[in-house]
């Protein structure tokens, strides 16, 4: 991973803290658009209005480098030309049907499109292969878009068939409801009464390092055991009534190898097929049980060592904390110095592992050293209290 794709990750990174920051609650939405902008997918936010859907999306936009934005609120009677420009009355009189795009969704590198399914199908039938293959069609003729990816929302889900093929060109679908922990509501309301305090100064990111982190993309390898596992999931997910499409499946891989390449690593990992649960689902009924099947299928070795290091640390401190026999507690502070050895050891494969359990091992290692010095110290004071008797 060359410096430039390593300094455009951390930009990424560095904008997804400060939307933290801003939108409380608003994690998933966060990680999934930055993803988005990576793999050049569509995002879909339902909810009930007031969720910041829209304004989430803006202060994400904003930090893009000299990109072109695309904002329009659709409903039943817009007209084409809303959000693809009016024909050239001048080129009509020469019996040609082109289409004046300035500042219109063809000249637009980011887009969002609120209440999408209220489209009409004129409006349907030119969407989809915008999004789809990143195409307009000018007067008949295919013209490519610099789209890079078309954020939507809308307050329900869609009912029409007609909507269904859209629907499924959207790769991450994304619930979004109102902030309901009294904590978070704190936080916002203090974000909200102080806003007018917050810096300026925010991380941006161009769209040519946007495009740098694109083919990065398929620099990121996915082995044979890791599309083993992937294929069992999506059984699983057949199993129990989820149907993934073929076309979905394929741009999954591209999600896993996005998951890996903010992560810094050059290969995906089993626990990065957890990053898939928010492209899986096409009922809100679904994402429990997908909740459900990830957390048992997919743990990975790290975390398996992780857990066992962790729950014979636990054993050893209860086991310490019963016994006064200076030599008992020895025999457990050794014990616990092979524990310390084996958690350093698995810290050197730090690359190889996934962040949660990385920062999650590094914790546990400071712990079992900050134990050992206690029994240290205990050992000594012990053996002090032996010689002076």
């Given at each position: 991973?060359?410096?430039?794709?390593?300094?455009?990750?951390?930009?990424?990174?560095?904008?997804?803290?400060?939307?933290?920051?801003?939108?409380?609650?608003?994690?998933?939405?966060?990680?999934?658009?930055?993803?988005?902008?990576?793999?050049?997918?569509?995002?879909?936010?339902?909810?009930?209005?007031?969720?910041?859907?829209?304004?989430?999306?803006?202060?994400?936009?904003?930090?893009?480098?000299?990109?072109?934005?695309?904002?329009?609120?659709?409903?039943?009677?817009?007209?084409?030309?809303?959000?693809?420009?009016?024909?050239?009355?001048?080129?009509?009189?020469?019996?040609?049907?082109?289409?004046?795009?300035?500042?219109?969704?063809?000249?637009?590198?980011?887009?969002?499109?609120?209440?999408?399914?209220?489209?009409?199908?004129?409006?349907?039938?030119?969407?989809?292969?915008?999004?789809?293959?990143?195409?307009?069609?000018?007067?008949?003729?295919?013209?490519?878009?610099?789209?890079?990816?078309?954020?939507?929302?809308?307050?329900?889900?869609?009912?029409?068939?007609?909507?269904?093929?859209?629907?499924?060109?959207?790769?991450?679908?994304?619930?979004?409801?109102?902030?309901?922990?009294?904590?978070n509501k704190m936080?916002?309301?203090?974000?909200?009464?102080?806003?007018?305090?917050?810096?300026?100064?925010?991380?941006?990111?161009?769209?040519?390092?946007?495009?740098?982190?694109?083919?990065?993309?398929?620099?990121?390898?996915?082995?044979?055991?890791?599309?083993?596992?992937?294929?069992?999931?999506?059984?699983?997910?057949?199993?129990?009534?989820?149907?993934?499409?073929?076309?979905?499946?394929?741009?999954?891989?591209?999600?896993?190898?996005?998951?890996?390449?903010?992560d810094k690593r050059?290969?995906?990992?089993?626990?990065?097929?957890?990053?898939?649960?928010?492209?899986?689902?096409?009922?809100?009924?679904?994402?429990?049980?997908?909740?459900?099947?990830?957390?048992?299928?997919?743990?990975?070795?790290?975390?398996?060592?992780?857990?066992?290091?962790?729950?014979?640390?636990?054993?050893?401190?209860?086991?310490?904390?019963?016994?006064?026999?200076?030599?008992?507690?020895?025999?457990?502070?050794?014990?616990?110095e092979f524990l310390?050895?084996?958690?350093?050891?698995?810290?050197?494969?730090?690359?190889?592992?996934?962040?949660?359990?990385?920062?999650?091992?590094?914790?546990?290692?400071?712990?079992?050293?900050?134990?050992?010095?206690?029994?240290?110290?205990?050992?000594?004071?012990?053996?002090?209290?032996?010689?002076?008797?």
């Amino acid at each position: 991973m060359n410096i430039q794709v390593d300094t455009a990750i951390d930009k990424l990174n560095n904008i997804s803290k400060e939307l933290n920051d801003i939108f409380i609650e608003r994690e998933r939405v966060i990680e999934n658009s930055i993803k988005a902008l990576i793999t050049g997918q569509a995002v879909l936010l339902i909810g009930p209005p007031g969720t910041a859907k829209s304004a989430l999306t803006n202060a994400l936009c904003s930090r893009i480098e000299n990109g072109r934005y695309f904002s329009w609120l659709l409903n039943r009677t817009s007209d084409p030309a809303e959000i693809l420009g009016p024909f050239s009355i001048k080129e009509m009189e020469n019996d040609k049907f082109l289409r004046v795009t300035k500042g219109k969704l063809p000249e637009a590198e980011i887009a969002f499109l609120d209440e999408v399914f209220k489209c009409n199908e004129p409006t349907l039938n030119i969407l989809l292969p915008i999004i789809n293959e990143k195409l307009f069609y000018n007067d008949g003729q295919p013209v490519e878009v610099p789209l890079i990816t078309l954020f939507a929302a809308s307050n329900e889900f869609p009912e029409e068939d007609s909507l269904m093929a859209l629907y499924d060109r959207m790769m991450f679908r994304m619930y979004v409801d109102y902030i309901g922990d009294i904590q978070n509501k704190m936080k916002m309301f203090n974000n909200f009464l102080n806003k007018n305090n917050k810096a300026d100064k925010c991380t941006t990111i161009s769209l040519d390092e946007l495009k740098l982190l694109r083919e990065a993309l398929n620099e990121i390898k996915i082995p044979d055991s890791i599309l083993k596992e992937y294929i069992s999931l999506i059984n699983l997910l057949y199993q129990n009534g989820i149907v993934i499409s073929d076309r979905r499946q394929n741009e999954c891989l591209n999600v896993l190898r996005a998951t890996a390449l903010l992560d810094k690593r050059d290969e995906v990992i089993l626990t990065d097929l957890k990053a898939l649960r928010d492209v899986l689902w096409s009922k809100l009924e679904d994402i429990e049980k997908i909740d459900e099947i990830l957390k048992e299928k997919i743990v990975s070795p790290y975390q398996k060592e992780y857990n066992n290091i962790k729950k014979q640390y636990k054993e050893l401190v209860t086991s310490s904390g019963n016994m006064s026999d200076t030599r008992i507690i020895i025999e457990i502070k050794n014990s616990l110095e092979f524990l310390h050895e084996k958690t350093n050891r698995l810290l050197k494969q730090a690359d190889l592992m996934e962040k949660d359990t990385k920062n999650k091992l590094s914790m546990l290692e400071k712990e079992i050293k900050n134990y050992l010095d206690t029994l240290s110290k205990q050992i000594d004071d012990d053996d002090m209290l032996m010689f002076g008797a």
